[in-house]
């Protein structure tokens, strides 16, 4: 029986489960920890530098590879620096494992220095947590946190482990599979509902799927797309699944809700029939819940029980694991003498809508628009791994940029987290190598995990970011704008950083870009260079994001752009 | 609103408590009463929640309450027999007529007495406990104190 302390089982159980990456900060509670993390070669420890990039680039690492992210921090404010990371991983059902230090047992609940009851401020932004209190439990708990973590419907697990633990020494006996009693999900859906939907699929006239995070999640694109196809059914998408289906799929109606296109959000409105597949009806989404697909029969396929009939009622639930139930339906489908030509009367009304009213904006040659920008940077890289922040600039790449795979994009969805798209555009390039992986985001959002670029140079991870700079905190400008009658209140960022030098102060290239030629220019530097770049681009500073949907208004009343220049009839 | 009362089975581990009623602060649930203690193999617990809400709050408590990881059977039977116990403190200086008759049909008893005061204690379903609270009334009780309901199914 071989024993160990418990910061040598941290690091055995992080070997086998495979981990290559952990992204970290030391401190005193996790001494023991990081003099194991020094001894040991079978994982790379990034040091961030700040403890809620560790948890942002740990989760863009699991978006981007399918696998678990991991990061430790340290007691009391290392941990609740990681906190805004856990939420936002929680909120998109992201695996992740958060190894946080506490202070000894022995003086948990004393106050003690950096002292902080971290289960309970984790417990409502995690799958599960643990507080370790003994040697003897924690080979258990590490394996059970994996297993918990990328099971069922995905998300952050949370270990807090005291610094005697981290000392103490036990049996070293990692299970090699977890069984537990209360935890039992359900990958398989119910055949009698998947014969149900075939046969609501065959009685409908105007089906849609709507497609959320959940296929990601599941790795379904390949079964999906394959569905869609035999079925010759149109699908909205969300912007966690951007990439499901291909930009240029023609079944692809392309994101829907409070930006979504015009077409997505009257499929929405007028289906008879919706499909919805890991997808939770975020209001961002439904805009006014009674008007949501008010003529629809829903079905709703999710792993999670609970999301299901959350917020709109779901006729027809199919719980089960996205990719096991799709194959499913595809097989029932299959020995049916199925007629997928009747949809067609739908599918063209729905490209029509699509003709009259794409998604467009005004280019100039007097000021850059941040549409332009994006599209540009889709021709010069295609293929590249996205990554945003939030605001406006979040929303026109999940419009303009033509994605082609799942797993291309990482954007914090549930939380819109501001400094997420930094931190998370490390982990990205550390989870898929030779790849580009290109940042975009605010003026804002850059300030707000901006030390991360030491990161990035000190372990030469190169990243492409490219700042849409409006001076202004743009997507509150643009509510202010249209609801607050252009009353800026705290939105004007004239009084922003010199970017370049900033970029140059943490050892990385910068280029101020203020036209189209040089934003190619710069581009292409940045793509040929080794280092991270920041192309700090001035944008038109009032440009909108539209389509909109006002809060809480249905969703087929939106602000359109102006069509004026287009042939209507 | 109704009231509903359901019945959550979970590992009897550290902290498992908070994740439940957390799921209810957390939400904005009301939890009327709440009563906790391990079953007979002591790795589980049962927790007994009596809420308050309506049909679409209730199905989300029961799928919520599902999701904790700690959770083992939620049980949300509609043929259960329900226990609350109250204790009335009354100064023995009281007139004490008609206790007798009332202390019956509550099926209620004298638990404690000593030279100032007596205890009574009668368990009963809530509504019951309500009436036989209100009836005490008169004895001009010195202090009340009320259990949460505990819970067993008869099917
Ligand atoms: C941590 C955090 N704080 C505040 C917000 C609210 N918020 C959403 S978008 C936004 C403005 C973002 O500005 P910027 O990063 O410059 O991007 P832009 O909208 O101009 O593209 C703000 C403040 C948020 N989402 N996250």
């Known amino acids: 029986m071989k024993e160990l302390n418990g910061s040598q089982m941290i690091c055995e159980a ?10 970290g900060y030391p401190g005193g509670a996790a001494l023991n920890i990081y003099d194991e993390i020094y001894k040991q070669t079978h994982f790379k420890h990034i040091l961030v530098r700040h403890e809620q990039a560790a948890l942002h680039s740990a989760d863009a690492y699991a978006r981007m590879s399918g696998e678990v992210g991991v990061a430790v921090v340290t007691s009391g404010p290392g941990f609740t620096n990681a906190v805004t990371g856990l939420a936002t991983a929680y909120s998109d059902s992201i695996p992740l494992v958060l190894i946080s230090a506490q202070v000894a047992n022995s003086l948990i609940g004393t106050d003690a220095f950096q002292e902080i009851d971290a289960i309970g401020i984790s417990r409502p932004c995690v799958k599960h947590n643990y507080l370790v209190k003994n040697i003897e439990e924690l080979p258990k708990i590490l394996k059970e946190a994996f297993y918990i973590a990328t099971t069922g419907r995905k998300g952050p697990v949370h270990i807090d ?64 797309r394959e569905l869609i196809h035999f079925c010759q059914i149109p699908a909205v998408e969300t912007l966690m699944a951007l990439g499901t289906l291909r930009n240029d799929d023609k079944f692809n109606l392309k994101m ?25 009806f975020d209001d ?180 492409i970011n490219i700042i849409l700079n409006n001076s202004f905190l743009g997507m509150v400008r643009q509510w202010q704008s249209m609801f607050y009658k ?12 010199d970017f370049i030098t900033i970029a140059k102060g943490f050892h990385c290239k910068g280029y101020n870009v203020f036209n189209k030629e040089e934003f190619q220019k710069a581009f292409k530097a940045a793509l040929e260079s080794k280092k991270t770049c920041v192309l700090n681009v001035a944008i038109d500073r009032y440009e909108d994001v539209l389509p909109m949907v006002p809060a809480g208004g249905a969703i087929y009343n939106m602000i359109l752009p102006s069509y004026k220049n287009k042939d209507k009839k | 609103m109704k009231r509903r009362v359901i019945s959550v089975i979970v590992l009897n581990e550290h902290g498992v408590l908070s994740r439940v ?31 308050l809400g309506d049909e679409k709050v209730f199905e989300q408590i029961i799928k919520q309450l599902h999701k904790l990881i700690p959770t083992y059977k939620v049980i949300d039977s509609s043929d259960f027999i329900e226990k609350e116990t109250a204790l009335v403190k009354i ?20 638990t404690y007495s000593d030279g100032e005061f007596i205890i009574v204690i009668a368990s009963d379903d809530a ?19 009320r259990s949460g309901s505990i819970l067993m199914e008869v099917k």
């Not at chain 1, 069984?179 to 119910?190: A, D, F, L, Q, R």
């Not at chain 2, 023995?92 to 049909?105: C, P, R, Y």
């Open chain 2, 127 to 145: 509504k019951n406990i309500d009436n036989f609270l209100k009836t005490m009334k008169k004895y001009n009780p010195i202090s009340v104190v």
């Open chain 1, 284 to 463: 961002r989404i439904t805009g006014k819940t009674s008007e949501f697909a008010k003529g629809a029969k829903i079905v709703h396929i999710d792993i999670d029980p609970s999301s299901i009939s959350k917020i709109i009622e779901a006729h027809f639930p199919i719980v089960g694991d996205i990719k096991n139930v799709i194959l499913d339906i595809l097989e029932e489908l299959k020995k049916e003498d199925f007629d997928n030509t009747k949809y067609q009367e739908w599918f063209k009304t729905l490209q029509r809508y699509q003709q009259l009213y794409p998604l467009i904006y005004e280019d100039s040659d007097e000021v850059l628009k941040p549409q332009w920008v994006i599209e540009e940077c889709a021709r010069l890289a295609p293929d590249a791994r996205i990554i945003t922040d939030v605001g406006q600039h979040q929303m026109w790449v999940a419009q303009f940029y033509p994605f082609n795979y799942a797993r291309q994009l990482a954007t914090s969805g549930g939380q819109g987290t501001m400094g997420y798209s930094l931190p998370a555009a490390l982990g990205a390039k550390l989870a898929v190598g030779e790849e580009v992986v290109v940042n975009f985001v605010g003026d804002g959002s850059f300030l707000m995990n901006i030390q991360e670029l030491m990161t990035a140079s000190a372990y030469d991870i190169k990243v």
């Open chain 1, 256 to 280: 829907a809700g409070m930006h979504g296109s015009y077409c997505a959000n009257i499929a929405l409105s007028e289906c008879d029939l919706l499909i919805a597949v890991g997808a939770r």
């Open chain 1, 14 to 23: 992080l070997k086998k489960e495979n981990v290559k990456v952990v992204f």
């Open chain 1, 161 to 224: 482990i005291p610094k005697d633990v981290t000392a103490a020494i036990g049996v070293w006996h990692y299970p090699k599979e977890i069984s537990m009693k209360t935890y039992k999900p359900t990958y398989k859906g119910n055949i009698k509902q998947i014969k149900k939907l075939v046969s609501l699929i065959k009685n409908a006239q105007k089906p849609l799927f709507y497609l959320g995070g959940g296929c990601i999640s599941s790795n379904a694109s390949k079964e999906l």
């Open chain 1, 486 to 497: 252009e009353r800026f209140s705290n939105t004007d960022l004239t009084n922003q950083p």
């Open chain 2, 91 to 110: 100064a023995l200086s009281e007139n004490f007529a008609g206790l007798d008759a009332i202390l019956k049909a509550y099926n209620g008893s004298i």
């Open chain 2, 21 to 51: 009623v957390g799921l209810f602060s957390g939400r904005g649930y009301n939890i009327e009463s709440l009563t906790v203690a391990p079953l007979d193999d002591k790795e589980f617990s049962r927790i007994n929640i009596v809420t």
